[in-house]
């Protein structure tokens, strides 16, 4: 079937921009919104067609500013992409509550679509989810390295710039040999994952480094600023799925972002890192497709 292959489309937004995402399903089945992770694009996903098509659910995945085919806007915050997304489901006549799913810093901004337009979320799912590094309540049960590593995005902008340009160049140049120096310096449940979907993360990475890596370092800064929105302002259900061995960011926080929403069902997966979501994708939709 020809309308299940991943598609890739734009649309206009209200200011003049482009939204770039790509359609994963048929038009005629119920959305999910994925919410890409930090330094990827809407590429991402698992092409699973017979799987969406016995679901009856289509993916639409939304780049971020600066991301593939999307314009830049250098105001990037988790509200403004949120309105972003909402318009995008106006463009396409979806207006029926759609399902929301977001994978690493992808999840924080999953959560503002769902506290910002509770009307336009029936359940969200956050994949290997981070907290929003600038919320004041969440940083202080943020990990050392993750208080030095926002530190250093706000206290030396230029040289994060700087670093984002050049591994630009790098994927646009070198995509293989940048994405094998990656799969090296990974954790063991993370360097497997990325192994075995090697060609799938490295084209997303390409496009997720697009405009000279102006997209990734925008989405740094939102992510590292405040966040726009309160966590509590979720109303829809939502589970969290996250991997004990995960090497990006560990579990510890995440029963604190479970009980901030409601007590939120949480899936602590043995021996999966970041990329579970690769690795349980059938699962997660399956859980998608009953919530919805």
Known sequence: MSDCRPTPLTVPLPDGRVLGLTRYGSPAHRAVVFHHGFGSSGLELPADAALLARLQLQILAPDRPGVGQSSVYRPLTFPSFADDVVAMLDALGIDCPVGVMGWSVGGVHALALAAR?????????LLSTCLPLGERAAYRHLSPLWKLLRWGQIGFPWLNRTTFLWLSRQWQRHPDRTIDWFIRLMRPAEKQATAR??????DAAVQGFAHQGRGVYDDAQAWCRPPGFR???VR????LWHGQADGVWAPGN???LAGRLGGAPLHLLPGQGHMLYLENWAAILE????LL
């Open 117 to 125: 337009h509770p009307a336009r979320v029936a359940a969200g799912q």
């Open 231 to 233: 966590i509590e302002d």
């Open 287 to 290: 859980e998608m497709a009953g």
């Open 197 to 202: 979907h090697r060609a799938l993360l490295r």
């Open 254 to 256: 995440i029963p604190y």
């Open 236 to 239: 829809c259900p939502v589970c």
